[in-house]
C-alpha cells in the first residue's frame, strides 16, 4: 500500500478527531477543508485520492464544485459521510468508485470503507509483524517486544516508530514527522520530534537505536 492524501469537506468539525485517528491507522495524510476554504485547499497544490464529504448543511453550490473537481480530477472517489436520520435524501454520484457510510459508524467501520476507496484490490493489509534485529512490532496490538520482552512505549513513542520502521531508508524531515505521526492538528514545534527520537532510542536498547540514524539538516531515517 502506498502512502495516500485524503481531504475531508464538512461543515463542522465533529469529524476531525476521527481523521486524526485514520492518520494513525491508515498510511495517509489529511486536510481539511469547509465550504468558504474549500477552493483553497483543491488549489494548495496537493493531490487528492479520497474526498471524505460530511454531506450535513453542505448548500447546492458548495456540492457542485466538489462534483466538478472530482470529474476534472479523473472522478476521485469520494465518502460520503450521511446522518441516519436524512439517509432518505443521499445524494450518490452517477460517476466514479464511491461509497456511503452513516454519521453514527464505528471508527472500524469509517476506516475499513476509507481502505477499499483507497487501495482497490489491495485491501489486504501488511504483514501485521515487522522484525528487526532483536525488536518485533506488532502493528496489529500496537506492541514492540525486546528479545520477547514488552517495551513500555507511550503512544506517540510507538508511533513514531513504528512509522519509521515500515517506512525504512528514506529520510523524513521533522516537520513530515509531525505531520504524518502526530497529526493534522499538531500546533508543537520540531523539537518534539527530538525529544521522542531520543526517549525511543533509550527504550528499545542500543542495537535497536543504531538503526534510527539522524541525518544533519533534515530529519531522521531507519536504516535497514
Not at 504483514?127 to 534485529?133: E, G, W, Y
Not at 514492540?144 to 528514506?170: G, N
Not at 527520537?197 to 544533519?216: D, F, L, N
Amino acid at each position: 500500500m502506498h502512502h495516500k492524501n485524503i481531504l475531508l469537506l464538512s461543515r463542522s468539525s465533529r469529524h476531525h478527531e476521527r481523521m486524526r485517528e485514520l492518520s494513525h491507522s491508515l498510511d495517509v495524510s489529511i486536510a481539511l477543508a469547509f465550504p468558504d476554504t474549500f477552493s483553497q485547499a483543491i488549489s494548495s497544490g496537493h493531490e487528492f485520492d479520497l474526498i471524505i464529504l460530511d454531506t450535513t448543511g453542505l448548500d447546492e453550490d458548495t456540492l457542485n464544485a466538489v462534483d466538478s473537481y472530482v470529474a476534472e480530477n479523473g472522478f476521485i472517489p469520494m465518502l460520503m459521510v450521511q446522518d441516519e436520520e436524512r439517509l432518505g435524501a443521499l445524494r450518490m454520484p452517477a460517476q466514479g468508485r464511491n461509497d456511503f457510510i452513516l454519521a453514527s459508524a464505528s471508527a472500524a467501520e469509517f476506516e475499513m470503507r476509507s481502505k477499499l476507496l483507497l487501495w482497490p484490490g489491495e485491501e489486504s493489509a501488511p504483514a501485521d509483524i515487522v522484525t528487526v534485529d532483536n525488536m518485533t512490532i506488532n502493528l496489529a496490538t500496537y506492541q514492540v517486544y525486546i528479545d520477547d520482552e514488552p517495551v513500555d512505549l507511550t503512544l506517540m513513542e510507538y508511533s513514531l516508530l513504528s512509522f519509521l520502521a515500515t517506512h525504512p531508508s528514506r529520510a523524513y524531515s521533522r516537520e513530515t514527522l509531525l505531520h504524518r505521526v502526530w497529526g493534522f492538528e499538531y500546533c508543537g514545534g520540531t523539537r518534539t520530534v527530538d525529544v521522542h527520537i531520543r526517549r525511543v532510542r533509550s527504550k528499545v536498547g542500543p542495537q535497536v537505536a543504531a538503526h534510527i540514524v539522524t541525518v544533519r539538516g533534515v530529519g531522521y531515517l531507519f536504516k535497514l
